[in-house]
Structure formats: C-alpha cells, structure tokens
C-alpha cells in the first residue's frame, strides 16, 4: 500500500513539473509577432464607398 502512495505521489510530482516546466518556456518574440504583421495595404480604389456616406 505504501509502494502504491509513493509511486502515484512521484508521478503526480512528475506531471506537474513537466506542466510547469512548459508553461514557464517563453518562446520567441519575434515568432510571436510574425503571425501578426501584415505588409500588404489596402487599394483604396477596390473599397466601395456608399454615395450617402
């Protein structure tokens, strides 16, 4: 019984060191930013503008 509580408790601990371990990893900035950038413009002749407005 008491072999059983070892091995779940070093497992549990296991589990959360690796989930702490990857949460923790900061991945690079630069990665992170190329997803957002955007270099093409809009055409501003393609966009129709209602007459009223």
Known sequence: MK???KILSF???IGIL?????????SSVADE???YE???GVD???VQV???G
């Open 33 to 35: 930013d190329s997803l």
């Open 11 to 13: 497992v549990f601990a």
């Open 38 to 40: 955007q270099h093409e």
């Open 50 to 52: 209602p007459e009223n």
């Open 18 to 26: 690796s989930i702490s371990v990857v949460s923790c990893s900061k």
């Open 44 to 46: 501003r002749y393609k």
């Open 3 to 5: 072999t059983t509580g």
